[in-house]
């Protein structure tokens, strides 16, 4: 890590005299980000100078080692965010220049101020939103009405920029969905190593009658959960999806009696299913309350966003997204909020002493965790909804 936090230091170096900052100072502090990020290290930085305002950023340094990437069958998280600043990020924002999109209807991301591609020691340098007055969205919490709906419509947005450079630069989209698209094959591969330990912290965590209808669910042909695997493979090869579309990937702050809010970590994007955002943000980011009476409500909301995204590109949704093939999609993964319930959920709640540890003796399916008590609430509350929408 020393020399991790070395390369960052020069990195930050280099930003100080491409900012112009002369005779500069530069403090640094590492930060937690109380479970919410796995695969880095976290940290502050200040940079002064005489008759400039302090520049304020935020790093991120991979703390993934060689051995963990070695027995990890997925790309590496630093070579998709790389990729996303440094190429994908600039196509998106030229659209939105060419179509003159007002402020209020951009996907906000943070500013790249630098970057390292080194080996082992990757390095993002962006914007500090925290000292902008963003917050994180505490994961711990379910969000409400008013947070879901803009973080679909932030969502929508997205999807819609990538339908856009596709519709503006085939050839550049090709290129970008290529390098981004996910090898199914080597999920599959790790799919029956991590099963056994998630079903059984699932079946564990079910309460009363719904460990029963939970067995009967992973008995099911073919196996359910590699319908989450299905969602890498795109059913539309014109969408790039975020992955990872979850709260704590969120940051948002109160302007103007107004909910704002930044998507980050591009770490997973990739050519996919945008059902697999939408699903994912649903059942990480509410609970069984809120789905009993919003869920339906949340996924036609969805699609109207799109459409409207759409517009400002002078693009009809039914000639790239119909309607019908997004009803179709949704009754296909009709089980997939389950799906994630069991596969993702219990690591977005984890608690922060039991998150997995990247070193020498870390194993594949170190990455599924013990269900937190709150994990334990939130799969029963999924289950619940299932059995009241017929589906289980």
Not at 193 to 217: Q, S
Request: proline share 4%; glycine share 4%; with cysteine.
């Amino acid at each position: 890590m020393d020399e991790a936090k070395q390369t960052l230091l020069d990195l930050l170096e280099k930003i100080a005299k491409e900012q112009k900052y002369v005779n500069n100072t530069v403090d640094l502090k590492e930060v937690s980000a109380g479970g919410s990020n796995i695969t880095s290290a976290l940290f502050l930085s200040t940079i002064r100078a005489d008759d400039k305002p302090d520049l304020k950023l935020f790093a991120k340094v991979a703390l993934l080692n060689d051995h963990v990437r070695k027995i990890t069958p997925m790309k590496c998280p630093f070579t998709t965010e790389l990729y996303f600043y440094t190429k994908l990020k600039k196509q998106y924002e030229r659209i939105e220049d060419k179509h003159n999109v007002i402020e209020d209807h951009r996907v906000r991301m943070p500013k790249l101020y630098g970057c390292c591609d080194e080996y082992l020691s990757e390095t993002l340098v962006l914007e500090d939103l925290v000292a902008q007055g963003f917050e994180n969205f505490d994961r711990q919490q379910p969000a409400d009405l008013e947070y879901v709906t803009a973080a679909i419509d932030l969502m929508a947005k997205f999807h819609a920029l990538s339908l856009a450079f596709h519709d503006d630069d085939p050839v550049s989209f090709k290129e970008a969905s290529d390098t981004l698209t996910m090898d199914t094959s080597i999920i599959e591969e790790m799919t029956p190593i991590v099963k056994p330990k998630m079903v059984a912290n699932a079946l564990a965590a079910a309460k009363g009658e719904n460990r029963e209808k939970l067995e009967k669910f992973f008995k099911q042909e073919p196996c359910q959960l590699l319908k989450f695997t299905d969602t890498f493979r795109s059913k539309n090869r014109n969408i790039l999806v975020h992955g990872v579309f979850k709260p704590n990937n969120l940051m948002h702050r109160r302007r103007d009696g107004k909910l704002e809010i930044v998507l980050m970590d591009f770490q997973l994007v990739f050519d996919g299913d945008p059902l697999r955002d939408l699903l994912y943000f649903i059942f990480t980011a509410t609970d069984e309350a809120f789905r009993r009476s919003h869920y339906h409500a949340m996924l036609d909301l969805y699609h109207e966003r799109l459409s409207e995204a759409l517009r400002r590109f002078q693009i009809d949704v039914e000639t790239v997204y119909p309607e019908s093939m997004y009803r179709a999609q949704l009754e296909e993964y009709s089980m997939l909020g389950l799906t994630i319930a069991v596969t993702v959920l219990p690591l977005v709640l984890v608690e922060e002493e039991d998150i997995p540890k990247f070193d020498d003796d870390y194993k594949m399916d170190d990455i599924v965790v013990q269900g937190s008590k709150l994990y334990k609430e939130r799969l029963n509350g999924v289950i619940n909804n299932y059995v009241e929408w017929g589906l289980l």
